[in-house]
C-alpha cells in the first residue's frame, strides 16, 4: 500500500519569503499522480498544484511550485512571495493510475501546518 | 454557487441515531467520494461512486452506508451513530479523465463537521 509522509507537523515563514514543504511518498507504482491541497482555516479542501510521475518537468501554478524527485520519492511545495492569505494546513497526497479497487483513492499526508508572519 | 455542495454543515447529534449527511454537485461529474478527517490524521477513504450503480467501500467503511440518488448525489449514512465517528466529513467530486489516464484532481465540498455525544 501507498504512504504519504509529511515530516514537518508546523513551519512558519515572513511575508514575502520564501518556504518549502517537504512531502515523501512510498510506492511500488511507476505511474501515479501527485497533488498539494491547502486547507485554511475555513475548512475548504483546495487544490494547489498537482503533478503527473510521467513528466519529468516541475509543474508550477504562480507562486507554488513543485520539485518532484521521482527516484528519491520526494515531491516538497515551494511557495514564494509568501501571503497572509497562504496560511492554512496543506497535505500532499497520492493517487494511482489504475483505477480499480482501492486505488482510485488519494492517500493523504498528516498535513503541515504553515503560518505566515507579517 | 459552490460545485459541491454539503449538508448540513455542522450537526451534534446523539450516540445511537441515524444521521445522514448529503452531498450534491452541479459540475457534472460521474466519480463522487466521502472521506473523513480526523485531528492528524490527514483524509481517509469511506466509500466511493463511480456511477449510479458502481458503489465501493474505502479503507474505512464499517460503521457507514451510502446511497448514490442521481449522478449528481451522494449521501453517506451512520446507521447507528457513535463517539469515535465524530469527525469532519468530505464529499468530493472527480471527472474520469481523458485517454485512459485519470489525472483529473477532486474537487471537495466545504465539508460537515459532525459531533456525537
Known amino acids: 500500500a501507498q504512504t504519504v509522509t509529511q515530516s514537518q507537523p508546523e513551519m512558519s515563514v515572513q511575508e514575502a519569503e520564501t518556504v518549502t514543504l517537504s512531502c515523501t511518498y512510498d510506492t511500488s507504482e511507476s505511474d501515479y499522480y501527485l497533488f498539494w491541497y491547502k486547507q485554511p482555516p475555513s475548512r475548504q479542501m483546495i487544490l494547489v498544484i498537482r503533478q503527473e510521475a510521467y513528466k519529468q518537468q516541475n509543474a508550477t501554478e504562480n507562486r507554488f511550485s513543485v520539485n518532484f524527485q521521482k527516484a528519491a520519492k520526494s515531491f516538497s511545495l515551494k511557495i514564494s512571495d509568501s501571503q497572509l492569505g497562504d496560511a492554512a494546513m496543506y497535505f500532499c497526497a497520492y493517487r494511482s493510475t489504475v483505477t480499480q479497487g482501492g486505488s482510485e483513492k488519494l492517500v493523504f499526508g498528516k498535513g503541515t501546518k504553515l503560518t505566515v508572519n507579517p | 454557487d459552490a460545485d459541491v455542495t454539503q449538508t448540513p454543515r455542522n450537526r451534534i447529534t446523539k450516540t445511537g441515531k441515524r444521521i445522514m449527511l448529503e452531498c450534491s454537485q452541479t459540475k457534472g461529474h460521474d466519480r463522487m467520494y466521502w472521506y473523513r478527517q480526523d485531528p492528524g490524521l490527514g483524509l481517509q477513504l469511506i466509500y466511493y461512486s463511480f456511477d449510479v450503480k458502481d458503489i465501493n467501500k474505502g479503507e474505512i467503511s464499517d460503521g457507514y452506508s451510502v446511497s448514490r440518488q442521481a449522478q449528481a448525489k451522494f449521501s453517506l449514512s451512520l446507521e447507528s451513530a457513535i463517539p469515535n465517528q465524530t469527525a469532519l466529513y468530505f464529499c468530493?467530486?472527480?471527472?474520469?479523465?481523458?485517454?485512459?489516464?485519470?489525472?483529473?484532481?477532486?474537487?471537495f465540498g466545504d465539508g460537515t463537521r459532525l459531533s456525537i455525544l
Open positions: 468530493a467530486t472527480r471527472e474520469p479523465g481523458t485517454g485512459g489516464y485519470s489525472n483529473q484532481p477532486q474537487h
